[in-house]
């Protein structure tokens, strides 16, 4: 089994930014896609991001285009999302998890974090 372990959620304001982590224990890091999910409270989780395994590609839920960035460094087993301009709406615990290759898609996705919770006041 693969732990993810994310990082650097927290409370911010409505148009602030933060960076998240996802540090992977995993050896073959490299060799797989990465995404990033939310969970609001009474919510399903959804979809933000996905990267593929050399970073080269990456895919964006509609609502976080142009302001979140999906990137990744595999020589230190992480990947991370850069979300800016935050929404109070956006408030949830993020995940992060892998996957073959990108995929928007809860079900492609094998092995998930535990999550870190962003909260984003008004």
């Known amino acids: 089994q693969v732990l993810l372990v994310e990082s650097g959620g927290g409370l911010v304001q409505a148009g602030d930014s933060l960076r998240l982590s996802c540090a992977a224990s995993t050896r073959f890091f490299s060799r797989y896609a990465m995404g990033w999910f939310r969970q609001a409270p009474g919510k399903e989780r959804e979809f933000v991001a996905t990267i593929s395994w050399n970073g080269g590609d990456a895919y964006y839920a509609d609502s976080v285009k142009g302001r979140f960035t999906i990137s990744r460094d595999n020589e230190k087993n992480t990947v991370y999302l850069q979300m800016n301009r935050l929404k109070p709406e956006e408030t949830a615990v993020y995940y992060c998890?892998?996957?073959?290759?990108?995929?928007?898609?809860?079900?492609?996705?094998?092995?998930w974090g535990q999550g870190t919770q962003v909260t984003v006041s008004s």
């Open positions: 998890a892998i996957t073959g290759s990108v995929a928007i898609m809860e079900s492609e996705y094998t092995y």
